[in-house]
């Protein structure tokens, strides 16, 4: 049996929010936007601040699973930035999907919250970003989301 590659932790970003903006059912589903206000992030080799600016884009499925596609950057304490692409999924229970939407907290392990994350930067210190393949798992709070991003070695 093949064994998975290994995965190496670079951060956590913690990234706040504003109410979403319910546009409500469209032909692909009920489409949201939640607006992101800023947040930190820090890991070993990097460290900095969530410019606010950037946005959320979701739909909701007719299955209640939310596909997720954040656009935003990211600035480091060293003053580079960081453009950041994050797809993702979210999907639980009807009942803990209805509290996460109301603000209510809900144990990480009672939902499904993964990403799939693309990062653009011209610091060339910071090329390996590009270069990588990183993944996330994430928890929705009632003002910001956490994200831990892992790179696959």
Do not use: C
């Amino acid at each position: 049996m093949p064994t998975a590659p290994p995965l190496e932790f670079i951060m956590e970003a913690r990234v706040t929010i504003a109410p979403a903006l319910d546009i409500g059912v469209t032909p692909h589903g009920e489409r949201r936007i939640i607006p992101i206000t800023g947040g930190t992030f820090g890991g070993p080799a990097l460290r900095g601040r969530v410019i606010p600016g950037g946005a959320d884009w979701q739909i909701i499925r007719p299955d209640h699973a939310a596909e997720l596609e954040a656009r935003y950057t990211l600035e480091t304490e060293s003053g580079a930035l960081i453009y950041v692409l994050n797809r993702g999924i979210r999907h639980g229970s009807q009942e803990v999907l209805r509290k996460l939407r109301e603000g209510i907290a809900v144990d990480k392990s009672e939902y499904y919250f993964r990403t799939s994350a693309v990062f653009e930067t011209a610091a060339p210190e910071l090329q390996w970003l590009t270069r990588s393949v990183i993944i996330g798992e994430a928890e929705r709070f009632a003002d910001h989301v956490a994200i831990r991003f892992w790179r696959v070695e």
